[in-house]
């Protein structure tokens, strides 16, 4: 367990010199414990991993252990209480549900973990892990092997940092297809048959269209441009020296934009919003949709008839990678209780536990294996997502991720509704990102 600690606080200490824009780095080291190192499968081969009937050793916990849990309030304090209900069962170790959100926990940390007042295990999005390491604030995952064997890569990419994971997954987000069962008679496999349907639908006078996106909203924007083998960052969203937003597939992904706009939505990027889309969709006046799990609750409400289907494919034969946000538990690097808390982290995120989470939340689980559970495979809804969800890219970790949002959205806004030439006017965003990282470097 030392040695885990150990390294941690090394790495944690290199990457404050690293990533100094992060956060203040800080290093003061953890409280030591002398427990021994939890009995865990890091060294069992994939076949074993695989193998249900391998029983994982239980880890030594500390005796005296306590435990502080910080989790969003509404259905997810609900699932955390249960969880923490369930552990305390089986280990005898109390636990303490408090709510911070999951945005505000990794700033709160900042000051209440070295002072030792922070949360033993907490959650956090993904995008919040550079500051977090940097920081020193969080242990990586004593579990790497048997989560990198049991977890969708994108929520282990997104959940780690040059190369070590720290995340225990708990949900992932992404966006796919919603479409009006009423008017769309076959779910198109591919983006030109999504085009032709909308053609025969889309009448602007009336107000009816066959399909609608955020045109200027760079989150959904870059599913097509993976697909066509555009990127942010090189190395797997790592490297910020290697910038791919004006390669040839981002060219490609702008052109095709443009004749989404030309041929089946004739309307300024300004002029399209979620309250339009969802109010077009409720009427039964809007065939597609690109959406995400948080649009559902309405449309039921709203009693449409509509189904969820992953991204159709590109006229490359590949399919859009959307963007995916990943929900996950993170230990406190100054907890007193490290084996406990490890313990808590894996338990919360194991089958049964994060099975309860979507029936109580609805949440996507991140986990392989309930891919194929009958009550999420048989849901379409859940299934349509969790398809999409599966060639998905965790959004970009590290900080220098901040300038690219506003300076891409413009870009495609700019494309869009100027017709004005891909190349040129992604160079320019490409540049405005490369002076906002530079100026943050210094």
């Not at 995008?127 to 977890?151: H, M, P, R, T």
């Not at 109010?279 to 995400?292: A, H, R, S």
């Not at 808390?341 to 689980?365: C, D, H, N, V, W």
């Not at 986990?367 to 997502?385: D, P, Q, V, Y």
Request: aromatic residues 10%.
């Amino acid at each position: 367990m030392k040695m885990r600690r150990m390294l941690s606080i090394v790495i944690a200490i290199v990457m404050v010199i690293v990533i100094a824009a992060c956060g203040s780095g800080n290093n003061n080291e953890p409280s030591e414990t002398t427990n021994t190192p939890p009995a865990n499968n890091s060294n069992a081969t994939v076949d074993e991993q695989e193998n249900e009937a391998v029983v994982p050793t239980e880890p030594e916990l500390e005796k005296d252990a306590k435990l502080i849990v910080w989790d969003n309030g509404g259905s997810d304090e609900t699932w955390a209480k249960a969880v923490a209900e369930e552990f305390t069962k089986k280990y005898n170790i109390p636990v303490e549900v408090q709510v911070v959100s999951q945005g505000d926990a990794p700033t709160k940390l900042q000051t209440d973990g070295p002072a030792g007042l922070g949360a033993d295990v907490f959650l956090a999005p993904h995008d919040k892990i550079g500051g977090l390491v940097a920081s020193g604030l969080v242990l990586e995952n004593f579990f790497a092997d048997e989560y990198k064997v049991n977890f969708m890569e994108a929520s282990i990419t997104g959940t780690s940092m040059n190369g070590v994971l720290y995340g225990y997954p708990t949900a992932i987000d992404t966006y796919a297809l919603f479409y009006n069962k009423d008017l769309v008679k076959n779910v198109p496999a591919t983006m030109d048959d999504l085009i032709a349907q909308s053609k025969g639908f889309t009448d602007k006078a009336k107000e009816k269209y066959g399909f609608m996106m955020q045109v200027n909203d760079f989150f959904f924007l870059y599913g097509f441009l993976g697909g066509y083998d555009g990127y942010v960052f090189g190395d797997k969203n790592t490297n910020k020296d290697d910038i791919g937003l004006n390669n040839e597939g981002a060219v490609k992904a702008a052109q095709f934009m443009q004749k989404l706009h030309k041929e089946v939505l004739p309307l300024n990027s300004g002029d399209i919003n979620y309250a339009l889309k969802e109010t077009l969709f409720i009427n039964n006046n809007l065939m597609f949709d690109i959406n995400g799990p948080w649009a559902v609750a309405a449309l039921q409400e709203g009693k449409v008839n509509f189904g969820v289907a992953p991204l159709p494919k590109l006229d490359n034969g590949k399919a859009p990678t959307s963007f995916s946000g990943i929900r996950a538990y993170y230990v406190n690097s100054y907890t007193k209780y490290p084996e406990a808390a490890a313990a808590y982290a894996r338990f919360a995120t194991s089958e049964e536990m994060l099975m309860k989470k979507f029936e109580i939340s609805g949440q996507l689980p991140p986990r392989i294996s309930l891919m194929e559970n009958e009550t999420i495979k048989g849901n379409e809804i859940i299934k349509g997502f969790l398809d999409q969800a599966a060639v998905s890219v965790p959004m970009p970790n590290i900080p220098e991720m901040v300038p690219v949002w506003e300076a891409m959205g413009n870009a495609f806004a700019v494309i869009w509704d100027d017709n004005a030439d891909p190349k040129t006017v992604l160079d320019k965003a490409v540049n405005q990102i490369k002076e906002a990282i530079s100026l943050s470097n210094q």
